[in-house]
């Protein structure tokens, strides 16, 4: 997750060097859009180890319905912040 933050840092830093030079709308808006993503896959990373630790983890319970139910859940979390 510290990679994650990291390269979210690196892309924000772009947009304020882009802002400053005064570039291009569309160039901004396409930096904006990837610091979007990047934020997107950290929320969906978090979101997917608080189920795994504080809810269920689908690998190791043994009540398979349970773990069925968070592997779905895991998956949608997943789709949804594509």
Do not use: F
């Not at 690196?10 to 904006?32: F, S, Y």
């Not at 630790?53 to 398979?64: E, G, L, M, R």
């Not at 998956?75 to 594509?82: E, F, G, H, P």
């Amino acid at each position: 997750m510290l990679g994650r933050i990291r390269r979210l840092k690196g892309q924000m830093e772009a947009v304020e060097r882009a802002l400053e030079a005064e570039a291009p709308c569309g160039d901004i808006l396409n930096l904006v859009a990837s610091v979007r993503g990047a934020v997107n896959g950290l929320m969906g990373e978090l979101i997917e180890d608080h189920i795994r630790v504080h809810v269920v983890d689908p690998d190791k319970d043994a009540d398979a319905e349970r773990a069925q139910g968070a592997a779905e859940l895991i998956d949608v979390v997943r789709k949804y912040l594509k």
